[in-house]
């Protein structure tokens, strides 16, 4: 890298815009949401789709909502154009959705858009051309007015050729390529000139897409951009201002939000963001910022999980781990203070009472787009008790005593951590139970009967002890102070029951019920044991000897 970035580099010089009013607006409703996933998303494939992956993916995106679907380049490829036919032969497109398609200002390219569009409902044919000085210069060679007729000529082919779409509801869309790198004076005239062709109405509006091409200055810059052309282009009531941002600077979610706020009224992007380079817009993040401050979006992500899979079938793209909301680890914490308290928040939200979400570390309920609790806590070596206890409460029911989850949770890091990976909630209750469940050494239950009156128990049991089996009574004011005293005169270190707490285990567990008991033995250490039986009272003396076992 240069010492002397400058030296190469220059910074973005933004529009003039001292009265901007962006930053004082709050979002209050959805804009109206168009998917280039079958288009921009497919350009950016290494290997596109083929016609059925695209239906099937058109199809996905019908059901998540998307009323308005770009569904390709038809004058680029058989593919694309066979793909127009097919959803419009077949009766694919729900009257509700609008496909729309792309078309460079090529006479020939559009007669051949035009073609694919024959029997359609409701089209949105898209005309771009690229405005920046750079592509003007480099690709282009031509002046700012060349490149305006460009513009102007394509409108006209277009305009030309709607008589041959008869029937069809067909609106107009114009996108200035590269439309953030260019002047926004010229962008503005190029749009101009480009509606004194279509001549759109508040009635009939006309799309003006204005596209973060290439995402090359902050958030900020952009909103700045298009807050401009809002106030400042001719006719705004009589067009619909469209986003459409890349990611290249990671902040293409950021500049469509800014972009919204500065009074745009639609975005176009792809599911979880797949696109050119870094990708285009992340549409299923935007919609969910919104559905996380109260804002319906209007699409639905119920199943979001599902809307991966089909979405990695189809373009054999995968969505990261952290992917915003979608990713595998998005709704997962490992982190022990983070557990700890996305247990508290899930406990309270559980019980009701609160009138919103406000569960710590979690932005929105996970189940509202089809992810499970249970998966939110997964337990590693930076995990605590807290996950631990979580995991082991939901799933398999065990309700571990605070103070046990403090004496379980190092236990368990401990042995996480030896392994070196992230455990599963079954080898977490593998760990518990190897800890306290199954030790029987040196001393083992074999039998147990213990009966009373007025507060007077006597226990009689049969133990086990380093193999050798031994009768034992004892006498107390319950069953376990019984049990105890028939063990401390068995040989046992003197020792008192500290805590003691049970419940029934969850069906299907294989036994009915689990007691927790703690021990302090007289010269000062404290064990908890656990024991797990169908009958209570059996299961509580083996949590006894699971502590006394403990004790080493
Ligand atoms: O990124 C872009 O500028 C485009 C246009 C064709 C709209 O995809
Ligand atoms: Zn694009």
């Known amino acids: 890298m240069?010492?002397?970035?400058?030296?190469?580099?220059?910074?973005?010089?933004?529009?003039?815009?001292?009265?901007?009013?962006?930053?004082?607006?709050?979002?209050?409703?959805?804009?109206?949401?168009?998917?280039?996933?079958?288009?921009d998303g497919n350009q950016a494939l290494a290997v596109p789709m083929n016609v059925s992956q695209k239906l099937e993916l058109f199809d996905a995106l019908v059901k998540c909502g998307f009323k308005e679907i770009e569904v390709g380049f038809p004058s680029a490829s058989n593919t694309e154009f066979a793909f127009n036919r097919r959803l419009i032969e077949e009766?694919?497109?729900?009257?509700?959705?609008?496909?729309?398609?792309?078309?460079?200002?090529?006479?020939?390219?559009?007669?051949?858009?035009?073609?694919?569009?024959?029997?359609?409902?409701?089209?949105?044919?898209?005309?771009?051309?690229?405005?920046?000085?750079?592509?003007?210069?480099?690709?282009?060679?031509?002046?700012?007015?060349?490149?305006?007729?460009?513009?102007?000529?394509?409108?006209?082919?277009?305009?030309?050729?709607?008589?041959?779409?008869?029937?069809?509801?067909?609106?107009?869309?114009?996108?200035?390529?590269s439309f953030s790198m260019t002047e926004v004076e010229y962008a503005k005239e190029i749009a101009e000139a480009v509606m004194d062709v279509w001549r759109p109405t508040p009635e009939r509006k006309m799309i003006l897409n204005l596209p973060d091409t290439v995402e090359v200055a902050m958030p900020n810059v952009y909103a700045d951009q298009i807050e401009w052309i809002c106030r400042n282009?001719?006719?705004?009531?009589?067009?619909?201002?469209?986003?459409?941002?890349?990611?290249?600077?990671?902040?293409?979610?950021?500049?469509?939000?800014?972009?919204?706020?500065?009074?745009?009224?639609?975005?176009?992007?792809?599911?979880?963001?797949?696109?050119?380079?870094?990708?285009?817009?992340d549409l299923v993040a935007v919609a969910l910022n919104l559905y996380m401050h109260g804002i319906g979006s209007g699409l639905d992500f119920s199943d979001l999980g599902k809307v991966v899979d089909v979405y990695e079938r189809c373009t054999g793209m995968t969505v990261p781990p952290r992917q915003p909301y979608a990713g595998e680890l998005v709704f997962t914490a490992f982190s022990g203070s983070h557990q700890d308290a996305i247990k508290k928040g899930l406990t309270e939200w559980e019980k009701g009472g609160r009138p919103n979400w406000d569960v710590p570390y979690l932005t929105i309920d996970p189940a509202d787009i089809g992810r499970r609790y249970q998966e939110v806590i997964r337990v590693n070596s930076q995990s605590g008790k807290g996950g631990v206890a979580?995991?082991?409460?939901?799933?398999?029911?065990?309700?571990?005593?605070?103070?046990?989850?403090?004496?379980?949770?190092?236990?368990?890091?401990?042995?996480?951590?030896?392994?070196g990976r992230e455990v599963k909630a079954d080898e977490l209750k593998a760990m518990f139970w190897r800890e306290y469940v199954d030790r029987v050494s040196p001393w083992e239950l074999v039998h147990f009967h213990a009966d009373g009156v007025d507060g007077r128990f006597q226990a009689r049991a049969s133990l086990r002890r380093l193999g050798v089996e031994a009768k034992v009574d004892g006498e107390g004011n319950g069953p376990i102070a019984a049990f105890v005293a028939a063990l401390v005169a068995a040989g046992a270190p003197g020792f008192e029951v500290a805590n003691y707490r049970e419940h029934a285990l969850s069906a299907g567990s294989g036994a009915?019920?689990?007691?927790?008991?703690?021990?302090k033995t007289a010269d000062g250490r404290v064990r908890w044991g656990a024991g797990v039986d169908t009958n209570i009272e059996l299961a509580s003396m083996k949590a006894v000897l699971s502590a006394l076992n403990r004790l080493g």
């Not at 290249?248 to 797949?274: H, K, Q, S, W």
């Open 2 to 39: 240069l010492k002397n970035p400058a030296s190469k580099y220059r910074p973005f010089h933004p529009v003039s815009l001292p009265d901007r009013r962006w930053p004082d607006r709050v979002l209050t409703a959805a804009p109206t949401w168009c998917s280039v996933d079958l288009r």
């Open 91 to 177: 009766g694919r497109i729900p009257d509700d959705v609008t496909i729309q398609c792309l078309v460079q200002a090529r006479e020939d390219l559009i007669e051949k858009t035009v073609q694919s569009l024959v029997g359609a409902k409701k089209v949105i044919i898209h005309l771009y051309n690229s405005t920046s000085p750079a592509q003007r210069r480099v690709v282009f060679g031509k002046s700012k007015e060349e490149i305006k007729a460009i513009a102007v000529q394509g409108a006209r082919w277009i305009q030309e050729r709607l008589p041959r779409l008869a029937g069809t509801d067909v609106r107009l869309q114009y996108s200035p390529e």
């Open 233 to 281: 282009i001719r006719d705004r009531g009589s067009l619909i201002v469209s986003l459409h941002t890349h990611n290249d600077r990671g902040t293409g979610i950021a500049a469509t939000e800014l972009g919204l706020l500065a009074g745009a009224d639609r975005v176009e992007g792809t599911l979880f963001g797949n696109g050119e380079r870094t990708g285009n817009l």
């Open 390 to 419: 979580y995991l082991l409460e939901a799933e398999f029911g065990i309700e571990l005593p605070k103070d046990m989850q403090r004496e379980f949770g190092p236990i368990a890091n401990d042995l996480v951590d030896a392994l």
């Open 512 to 519: 009915s019920a689990i007691s927790y008991i703690q021990i």
